[in-house]
């Protein structure tokens, strides 16, 4: 008897599937969100110079009122 070798090919397919319109989405709400950071912080730090510059939070309060009403 002979001895017979069979080899079997095999082929395997990875496909990998991204959704863009999700990538995009999420690149934006990266965006959105940076740009509500800064702007926050710009105010704090705008609130805190406001409150040195005029005395205190106090102090802050009655400038702002005074400018408002204008007395």
């Given at each position: 008897?002979?001895a017979t070798?069979?080899?079997?090919?095999?082929?395997?397919?990875?496909r990998t599937?991204?959704?863009?319109?999700?990538?995009?989405?999420?690149?934006?709400?990266?965006?959105?969100?940076?740009?509500?950071?800064?702007?926050?912080?710009?105010?704090?730090?705008?609130?805190?110079?406001?409150?040195?510059?005029?005395?205190g939070p106090?102090?802050?309060?009655?400038?702002?009122?005074?400018?408002?009403?204008?007395?």
């Amino acid at each position: 008897m002979t001895a017979t070798n069979t080899i079997a090919k095999t082929r395997t397919n990875t496909r990998t599937s991204v959704d863009t319109r999700a990538e995009v989405s999420r690149g934006a709400m990266i965006s959105i969100n940076t740009a509500g950071a800064v702007i926050g912080m710009w105010a704090f730090a705008s609130l805190v110079g406001g409150m040195v510059a005029a005395g205190g939070p106090v102090a802050l309060v009655q400038a702002w009122f005074s400018a408002v009403v204008g007395m």
